[in-house]
T-cell receptor
Framework: DSGVTQTPKHLITATGQRVTLRCSPR?????VYWYQQSLDQGLQFLIH???????AKGNILERFSAQQFPDLHSELNLSSLELGDSALYFC??????????????FGSGTRLTVV | AQTVTQSQPEMSVQEAETVTLSCTYD???????LFWYKQPPSRQMILVIR??????QNATENRFSVNFQKAAKSFSLKISDSQLGDAAMYFC?????????????FGKGTKLTVNP
């Protein structure tokens, strides 16, 4: 157990639907990062939150959004899903100081399949 | 642009032997971090080793060590005494800082097979 919890582990949904992926960071970590891993694009950074505030966006589609709540858990919302959104979505956390005390800790991912 | 290149899509090694995975990166920063992550079939991303760019000494974690060549922007991973459990995808990553944020930039990965 890495200390970063992602739910659900697997998700199968139809095109056009909306899903929410959840991430609880490791205790004490203020930063949450979302990554998408697909066969053709590899691991791509989506978005970074620090203590509830959005800090940076990467290759995140407009159909996707995220937020970090006061208890520091984060949710990634994916809407109007397309077949190409099928991927493994990772959440990672860090202490947010930038000093990499423990590096970035990844959750076990959510496997999203859009049919 | 900051990029990470892993030129070996696949590698194989005999159990108990040594293997080296290559990684090169491109950056204009002078202070940064580099990482190797392991992704076994379970899909979990596991930190193997990290290197601070300001440290000239190569990082070592048990059977895993790196050869960090800052001028050449090279960061290879050496696995000694390979074990069956080392079979996995290995990703090299660079931490990019930008403003008040940071992110990991990953290479495409190297699939390592360990033969008994």
């Amino acid at each position: 157990d890495s200390g970063v919890t992602q739910t659900p582990k697997h998700l199968i949904t139809a095109t056009g639907q909306r899903v929410t992926l959840r991430c609880s960071p490791r205790s004490g970590d203020l930063s949450v990062y979302w990554y998408q891993q697909s066969l053709d694009q590899g691991l791509q950074f989506l978005i970074h939150y620090y203590n509830g505030e959005e800090r940076a966006k990467g290759n995140i589609l407009e159909r996707f959004s995220a937020q970090q709540f006061p208890d520091l858990h984060s949710e990634l919302n994916l809407s109007s899903l397309e077949l190409g959104d099928s991927a493994l979505y990772f959440c990672a956390s860090s202490d947010g100081t930038g000093e990499i005390a423990f590096g970035y800790t990844f959750g076990s991912g959510t496997r999203l399949t859009v049919v | 642009a900051q990029t990470v290149t892993q030129s070996q899509p696949e590698m194989s090694v005999q159990e108990a032997e040594t293997v080296t995975l290559s990684c090169t990166y491109d950056t204009s920063e002078s202070d940064y971090y580099l990482f190797w992550y392991k992704q076994p079939p379970s899909r979990q991303m596991i930190l193997v080793i990290r290197q601070e760019a300001y440290k000239q000494q190569n990082a070592t974690e048990n059977r895993f060590s790196v050869n960090f060549q800052k001028a050449a922007k090279s960061f290879s991973l050496k696995i000694s005494d390979s074990q069956l459990g080392d079979a996995a995808m290995y990703f090299c990553a660079y931490r990019r800082r930008q403003g008040g944020s940071e992110k990991l930039v990953f290479g495409k990965g190297t699939k390592l097979t360990v033969n008994p």
